[in-house]
């Protein structure tokens, strides 16, 4: 698990959230 694999996952889950709102 790396560092960018998770700020890439955090980037990911706050364009989801910013598409459904």
């Known amino acids: ?3 960018a ?3 890439r996952d955090k ?3 706050h364009q ?3 598409e459904n709102n």
């Open 1 to 3: 698990w790396d560092m």
């Open 5 to 7: 694999m998770a700020r």
């Open 11 to 13: 980037v990911l889950l």
């Open 16 to 18: 989801a959230s910013s």
